[in-house]
């Protein structure tokens, strides 16, 4: 079922990032790095807990989260694009925080503006991303890499497989805009590991 619900997810992102095509954002790039080694990586989990903030540094990036579950048709909710500054949640995975890897889902743009993770591709091996929770408890996050792969081609396994400890994925649209598909033809996921520091 958590499979399922995932490629649902995926399936979502197609109209989470779509948009009207004048201003298409210009593409992003490919970044990968080694593996995070200057910090002391989570191995156990916390207990689950809401998470009601995100806040990203290197971008400037901060939006309350609000949970998505899934629609009638079996695809994943996604932030309203009315809001494209909102982030979301996919509330049926892990909270950050516990094992897993638990999934933040952002615009890119909407309504001709940018949005929320309209920068997640500038993000660098070592950022930090840091998550709020309900049961008051703030947790670092640290990027270990972002990748911008066809959305054809997207990484079920490694997005949403299991994971020794508590671990993140941002995901958002990228890439060359396709007038004729209204949509982006790739998406951009950062890859973060809890930080005990």
Known sequence: M????????????????????RQPTAPGTTTTGPAVTSTTIA??????SEPTELWIPHIGA???????ALNEDG???VPPVEQPM???????GPTPGEVGPAVILGHVDGYRMPGIFYRLRDLVPGD??????ADGTVIRFVVRKVDQVAKSRFPTDAVYGQ????????????????????SYVDNIIAYAIKSEE
Not at 43 to 48: A, F, L, N, S, V
Not at 86 to 92: D, E, I, K, V
């Open 2 to 21: 958590r499979l399922f619900a995932f490629i649902a997810l995926v399936a979502a992102l197609v109209v989470a990032c779509t948009r009207a095509p």
């Open 75 to 77: 695809t994943v909710e």
């Open 86 to 92: 909102q982030a979301g949640w996919y509330s049926l």
């Open 128 to 133: 930090d991303v840091e998550i709020s929770r």
């Open 163 to 182: 994971t020794p400890g508590p671990e993140l994925r941002l995901i958002t649209c990228g890439g060359r805009f396709d007038p004729a598909a209204r």
């Open 62 to 68: 901060r939006s309350s989260l609000i949970p998505l």
């Open 43 to 48: 191995t156990t989990g916390m207990p689950r």
